[in-house]
């Protein structure tokens, strides 16, 4: 058993380890004479926030240790089992910490929601049963339970309140928390989440409901002769607005899997939720023929560009294909060192599997997990989409694609709703009763619903090129 002196020692040794990373953080930046990026800019707050956060918990620690001290009484014993007896008395004990899985955290949180069937009360009962070790799902489902309900958190109007209050904006920390865990675990699965990571250039980062006006013609000026009327200079402007946009999908799970008997089902849960969501702005992110619906959804990166037709399978052919597919990149003026590539994990394997007549890889830097393509970061994701001739390879400046992302999911479950068990359900009250509902109560099913917030655009249209019918082999 840790002694309060075990924890403080322990405290420093991390906080230490922690100000390495943070120095190091910042050192690479200064070293390369530039200015923090979106990712090291996070890592370099989430450090310090750490890093707070050990120094007070060490100055409270020490003041522990100081009162433990001033009470400190002999140990008065005549045998060995009394001693221990007496020495326990005065002893700290260590809170029993479990490590989990990114974004199982949230998964117990969901699950808790789901097994209560809609009562507050009964939601925290469970959480403090199966999950009392989860100190921040307890505290917050306590925080809905006594004062408004399941929906609380995510719907109702609230008062104000500070991080300190212990009643309720404190667990709305808690909240975001691990519902940030969730995110960390999904963001790395989207071709959207490893923009920024790795060495992947970042895309450009705008709030919400901004109006962004650019200029897309330059004006002219013209020799005037004297006395003769000066004539006009004419600019063409555009602007561009990254409305609310809101991506939301429904994962059904029997109620056998989400029992806690079993701790993998929190995982299971899991990834039903992260599914349900990767796919969708993948494929939309990536889709040429999605097209932008109004107040709706915005259209993928590639909709509206001109492909450009793949001319072979081998090295020689890959290597025609990327110059063609650079040449209106490099015409427009896009900058190479923002360039990413997208490719599936097929074709990025097939790249990588090519082999000179001396036995080298043809494209050393490229794996089915991603890697470098002659220099050019790539991203791979299972949902390429593509055509009976074949996938496609996108080339994009991420510079010039606009992402606006609220960075939070909201969660809502029923055992009660009847739903149109299609991806293409209706409005029409008609056509939904037509088509067969399914119950969730009868057939011991749960739905879980996950919305998240996020919205891009391509800050001109040049940003984006692709090849289409690759077959590189």
Do not use: H
């Amino acid at each position: 058993m840790k002694t309060v002196s075990d924890q403080i020692a322990d405290l420093i040794q991390t906080r230490e380890t922690k100000s390495v990373q943070l120095t190091a953080v910042m050192q690479k930046s200064i070293d390369e004479g530039r200015t923090l990026d979106t990712a090291e800019a996070e890592e370099f707050d989430g450090l310090e926030a750490e890093v707070k956060a050990l120094d007070a918990d060490i100055v409270r620690l020490k003041k522990m240790e100081d009162m433990q001290k001033s009470k400190a009484t002999p140990v008065t014993a005549t045998t060995q089992k009394e001693a221990s007896e007496s020495r326990q008395g005065n002893s700290v004990r260590v809170k029993n910490t479990q490590k989990m899985e990114p974004g199982q955290e949230f998964a117990r949180y969901a699950m808790c929601l789901v097994a209560s069937k809609g009562d507050a009360q009964k939601a925290l009962r469970i959480a403090q049963s199966e999950y009392p070790e989860s100190e921040r799902i307890v505290k917050t489902l306590d925080m809905q339970a006594n004062s408004r309900g399941l929906e609380g958190l995510m719907k109702a109007n609230v008062e104000a309140g500070t991080t300190l209050d212990t009643t309720w904006a404190a667990p709305l920390v808690d909240y975001q928390n691990f519902a940030g865990d969730f995110i960390e675990f999904l963001r790395p699965q989207t071709i959207l989440g490893q923009f920024g990571v790795g060495g992947v250039p970042s895309l450009n980062r705008i709030p919400f409901n901004v109006r962004i006006t650019g200029q897309t013609s330059g004006g002219q000026g013209y020799w005037v002769g004297e006395g003769a009327p000066k004539p006009l200079t004419a600019f063409d402007f555009n602007a561009v607005e990254l409305r609310w946009a809101k991506v939301a999908n429904i994962a059904v799970l029997t109620e056998e899997l989400v029992r806690f008997s079993n701790p993998s089902a929190e995982l299971l849960v899991r990834n039903a939720l992260a599914d349900a969501l990767r796919a969708r702005l993948d494929i939309d992110f990536i889709d040429p023929a999605k097209a932008a619906v109004t107040n709706i959804s915005p259209a993928s990166i590639t909709n509206g560009v001109t492909p450009i037709i793949s001319t072979g399978t081998d090295a020689d052919a890959v290597r025609a294909d990327i110059q063609a597919l650079w040449a209106p990149f490099i015409a427009a003026n896009n900058p190479p060192t923002t360039a990413v590539y997208i490719m599936s994990s097929t074709t990025a394997l097939a790249l990588s599997m090519m082999r000179n007549p001396l036995g080298q890889a043809e494209f050393p830097g490229l794996t089915m997990m991603g890697g470098t393509f002659g220099g050019v970061p790539v991203i791979v994701s299972e949902y390429l989409v593509g055509d009976t001739s074949g996938s496609i390879v996108i080339l994009a400046n991420a510079r010039d694609i606009w992402l606006a992302d609220d960075g939070q999911f909201t969660i809502d479950a029923s055992r009660e709703a009847s739903l149109q068990m299609l991806d293409n359900p209706t409005n029409n009250s008609a056509t939904a009763t037509a088509t067969a509902m399914v119950s969730m109560f009868q057939t011991n099913s749960v739905a879980i619903r996950v919305e998240r917030y996020i919205n891009w655009a391509k800050r001109r249209t040049s940003a984006v090129q692709y090849l289409t019918g690759v077959n590189w082999a």
